[in-house]
């Protein structure tokens, strides 16, 4: 069965990249999560998805500027009415000790090369005994190699926005077990052939009803989207009907 990842959190209702969107994403019975790192001055792994805080917080400049003390002072829910702080990486590892949810963590270092990101990652997953359970994906393809090679317990999977050629030879070739295409960037042949090849293939963001029809049909190992209860609703249809 396709299980169901939400994007940054339930973010179609609830601010991106917070508690309160991993809360209700596993509430409402979502299988996974996908969220984003990115590293402050002083080294602290934090949820967010820009480099900078302007766009999904009451501040402004570049997280890798903020000390870990000074990001906690934002409200990342500068929309709604109850204030979130960045959650810290620790933060969601803590709760994830809780449920049973798949995490994806998407490592945000294709812009800023943050120095030891992934050794950082690696070690509050290993910490926090969760390796089973989180997939490391990145755009920056050469830290899924590097996180591989530190962990190569740890599930990866590269991000890819364009589709690329028979992609099981190249993950393999890096050794990861699965990609993460941008939705349409792969034809739904190409897909099936990857997990034939015995590579998890878990497309982002699915929200569109007929992606989701389409993508549920062929048994796809995952989608991420942003609306998981309108995914599991279809998923469901589509179980009913078969
Ligand atoms: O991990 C899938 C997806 O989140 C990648 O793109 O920009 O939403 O982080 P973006
Ligand atoms: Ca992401």
């Known amino acids: 069965m396709t299980q169901i ?29 996908e969220l984003d790192v990115q590293l402050t001055k002083d080294g602290e792994i934090v949820v967010i998805h820009d480099e900078k805080v302007d766009r999904t917080t009451t501040g402004k400049g570049f997280v890798k500027d903020f000390l870990f003390s000074e990001i ?28 049973q949810l798949i995490c994806n963590i998407e490592l ?18 290993r910490r926090y005994g ?9 755009f920056n393809h050469y830290s899924i190699v590097y996180s591989y090679r530190i962990a ?18 190249y993950s393999q070739s890096i050794r990861a077990k699965g ?14 052939e990857t997990m034939e090849n015995g590579i998890a293939v878990r497309p982002y963001t699915v929200n569109k009803d007929e992606d989701m ?13 942003d609306d998981p209860v309108k995914a599991l609703r279809i998923r469901k249809q589509i179980q009913n009907k078969s």
């Not at 829910?77 to 960045?86: A, D, H, R, T, V």
């Open 130 to 138: 969760l390796s089973e359970r989180i997939i490391i994906s990145s």
């Open 213 to 225: 029809q389409r993508l549920f049909k062929i048994n796809c190992t995952a989608i991420i989207t």
């Open 152 to 169: 190569p317990e740890i599930e990866t999977a590269p991000l890819f926005i364009e589709g690329i050629y028979m992609p099981w030879i």
């Open 108 to 125: 945000k270092n294709g812009l800023i090369p943050y120095e030891g990101m992934e050794e950082k990652v690696i070690r509050l997953v």
């Open 179 to 192: 990609i993460h295409p941008k939705h349409s960037a792969m034809s739904d042949a190409v897909l099936v």
């Open 5 to 33: 990842f939400a994007h940054r959190g339930y973010s179609t209702l609830f601010a991106e990249n917070t508690m309160g969107a991993f809360i209700e994403a596993e509430k409402v019975g979502a299988d996974g999560l």
């Open 72 to 99: 906690r002072k934002l409200n990342a829910n500068k929309e709604g009415l109850k204030k979130e702080q960045i959650p810290s990486l620790i933060e969601v590892l803590e709760w994830l000790q809780s449920n």
